[in-house]
């Protein structure tokens, strides 16, 4: 256990000294390996970090990151935030429930909450303002939403968190379905009030020959999520074929059908999906390295024996497991939360019997809360950059859909069927 203290202690101690999160993975470690392990040869430590990201299941992560790029600077994302406004834009509140569905669309195409605020934030600010939405309100709804990415497959936290664990990526897409909608309702029923509150009127209700207008419009858009999602649950790709194909779909969508996609833009997309993707590598790369001493350690089994004779059960369990990385999704990104927690917490859920899909979902949801929770949610500042907004106006419309997503959080967590149900019904 001295190894976790001293890991954890520089691990904080380098945060609030704002250094750069790849060292705050690698320097830690590579203490612990002179410390404890002087005589482990150094190209063990290269053999871990290269095999850290030798693995075919994270080719995946690129392909979705540029898929998304592609997506957010054409036209596939907004004309499918338009279909769903055709048909739900009438309601009262109709916009606020547009901007709901728009980031579990655009989510389910891209895996990154901070992009689906990106990309939603400019569409639906100025329509759900005009709509009748106060400012903050308007900010919290865009900040919150895009959490239902992390949990919409194909979520790049999924990915990480199923590499890591040897869990499923196709359990864990189908069991995020289930919880996405959790999220998403409890997020409605805040519109729903809000609405009310302030006496927003509804919109026009388009015909149905307009609203046939706008599925035609979509046509070639909705062909994406139906390629990644369909394609995965039928059997046809893999997760990591599936991300490739959604690049290649965008690319001949985009530039051949929409005429939106010129060379110069590719390769400016491709330059900005080149570096979000080598940012995370290194990130898995070094985490890797810090999982490896943690196992080195005997950290899992310390944490195991721990709990069996604290006779700590899965409820105590879970709640630890919640507030750890509630905090941890306050102050890093998901991918650096999941390379420090799960390698000592995954042992210790798996010998209490806690199901791997089950893990996952409370964990992603929490690490999607921590992405809008102050003081350095980082959805907030994502937000904050696109709209030119003050991170304090922001900040003071995110606390009702925080409250409303730990509720969704505790209804997850202690009914483990939300989570697993799909998972059983389709993957017998």
């Not at 705050?24 to 053999?47: E, N, R, S």
């Not at 102050?374 to 709209?387: E, K, N």
């Amino acid at each position: 256990m001295l190894t976790l203290l001293l890991i954890a202690l520089l691990a904080v101690v380098l945060l609030v000294c704002g250094f750069e999160m790849f060292l705050v993975l690698a320097i830690p470690a590579m203490l612990v390996k002179f410390a404890f392990y002087p005589t482990l040869p150094d190209p063990v430590v290269v053999q871990r970090l290269v095999g850290g990201i030798d693995h075919e299941t994270l080719l995946a992560i690129p392909f979705f990151i540029f898929a998304a790029e592609l997506m957010g600077d054409g036209q596939i994302a907004s004309r499918l935030t338009g279909l769903i406004g055709a048909f739900l834009g009438h309601l009262r509140g109709g916009f606020g429930y547009t901007t709901i569905g728009g980031s579990m669309a655009f989510g389910s195409v891209s895996g990154s909450a901070p992009a689906t605020v990106a990309a939603m934030a400019n569409m639906v600010y100025p329509e759900m303002r005009k709509a009748g939405f106060s400012e903050r309100f308007t900010l919290g709804l865009i900040v919150s939403s895009a959490e239902t990415a992390l949990l919409i497959p194909p979520s790049i936290t999924f990915i990480v968190y199923g590499w890591m664990t040897g869990t499923s990526i196709a359990k864990l897409f189908i069991g995020g379905l289930s919880v996405g909608v959790v999220l998403a309702l409890a997020f409605t029923v805040l519109v729903a009030i809000e609405s009310r509150r302030s006496g927003i009127a509804p919109g026009p209700k388009l015909s149905w020959k307009e609203r046939l207008i706008a599925v035609r419009r979509a046509g070639w858009a909705l062909g994406m999520p139906i390629i990644i999602l369909g394609g995965i649950y039928s059997g046809v790709f893999t997760p990591t074929e599936a991300a490739a194909a959604s690049v290649v779909y965008a690319v001949l969508i985009e530039g051949l059908v929409f005429r939106t996609l010129t060379f110069t833009k590719l390769f400016r997309l491709t330059e900005r999906a080149a570096i979000s993707t080598s940012i995370i590598f290194i990130l898995l790369a070094v985490g890797s390295i810090l999982s490896y001493f943690i196992t080195l350690a005997q950290i899992p089994a310390a944490i195991t024996t721990f709990l069996a004779e604290s006779h700590a059960g899965p409820i105590t369990f879970l709640i630890a497991v919640n507030v750890l990385f509630l905090i941890a999704g306050m102050f890093i990104d998901p991918n650096s939360a999941l390379l420090i927690l799960i390698p000592p917490l995954f042992p210790a859920a798996t010998a209490l019997g806690i199901d791997p899909v089950h893990l996952g979902m409370i964990v992603t949801l929490n690490i999607s809360l921590g992405m809008i929770t102050p003081p350095f949610g980082l959805d907030i500042f994502v937000a904050a950059s696109t709209l030119s907004k003050p991170v304090t106006t922001i900040v003071s419309g995110v606390w009702p859909f925080i409250i409303a997503n730990l509720v969704a959080l505790l209804i997850v967590t202690y009914v483990p069927q939300i989570s697993l149900f799909l998972p059983t019904l389709l993957m017998r």
